[in-house]
């Protein structure tokens, strides 16, 4: 792929993190001031949280569809997580890619790795609690899951956490500000890769172009 050809390709950042954490939270931080991201909106076959809207935090589907689209090779990835199945849209993320916005992934940990195999070049972005203590407040603070559902999701939460030394960006969520602002401040910095900014450099010293 040429310099010209990357510069007008949307960049793919995934953030992952445990349940609870507060993704949801500082990703409508971040889309705030950042409306020119697209939030990829996931499907999974998880029942709706009171306040969830299906196509605006999930497209909720069956067991049975989730399966034909893995079946169909309709999704970028899929993981199990706690007893139902999240996956990602690939023609969705290949439309925006295209069209040169950049799209937002909150994924799991094991989605992440695929993400990771199949676009090298995705910006991978973890967000930790500042203590587990913290984390298991945030969970039972958001008053949407039973008992014994948050304590396999706070179980899961340190299996997760030791995955983090494989992502690109480590933020620790202790104020949600500070934590949009982090994340802000390393989209600014990936754009300023070398790499995405050779073309000007061609232009204003005329380098090469290969
Ligand atoms: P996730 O999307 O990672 O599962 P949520 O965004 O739903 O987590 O946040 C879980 C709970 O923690 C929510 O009640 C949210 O209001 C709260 N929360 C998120 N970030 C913070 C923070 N920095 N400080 C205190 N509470 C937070
Ligand atoms: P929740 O049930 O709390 O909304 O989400 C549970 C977990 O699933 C979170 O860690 C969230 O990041 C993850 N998740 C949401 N959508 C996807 C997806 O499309 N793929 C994968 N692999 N994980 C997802």
């Not at 030791?162 to 690109?168: F, I, S």
């Given at each position: 792929m040429s310099a010209s050809q990357k510069k007008t390709r949307g960049e793919l950042i995934v953030l992952s993190g445990p349940s609870g954490v507060g993704k949801s939270t500082v990703i409508s931080e971040l889309l705030s001031c950042r409306r020119d991201i697209h939030f990829s909106v996931s499907f999974t076959t998880r029942q709706p949280r009171t306040g969830e809207e299906d196509g605006v935090n999930y497209s909720f589907v069956s067991r049975g569809e989730f399966e034909r689209m893995i079946a169909a090779g309709e999704l970028l990835e899929y993981a199990e997580y706690v007893g139902n199945y999240y996956g990602t849209s690939l023609k969705v993320i290949r439309e925006q890619l295209d069209l040169g916005v950049d799209v937002l992934l909150d994924i799991e940990v094991q989605g992440a790795a695929k993400v990771r195999e199949r676009c090298p070049e995705a910006v991978l972005i973890f967000l930790i609690p500042p203590s587990i203590e913290e984390l298991s407040r945030r969970l039972h603070r958001r008053n949407t899951d039973e008992e014994a559902v948050i304590q396999r999701r706070l179980e899961k939460a340190r299996q997760e956490c030791?995955?983090?030394?494989?992502?690109?960006y480590l933020v620790v969520n202790d104020t949600v500000m500070n934590a949009a602002q982090e994340i802000q401040s390393i989209l600014q910095a990936e754009q300023c890769r070398t790499q995405k900014r050779i073309g000007l450099a061609q232009g204003i010293i005329g380098l090469p172009a290969d």
């Open positions: 030791r995955e983090c030394v494989h992502y690109d």
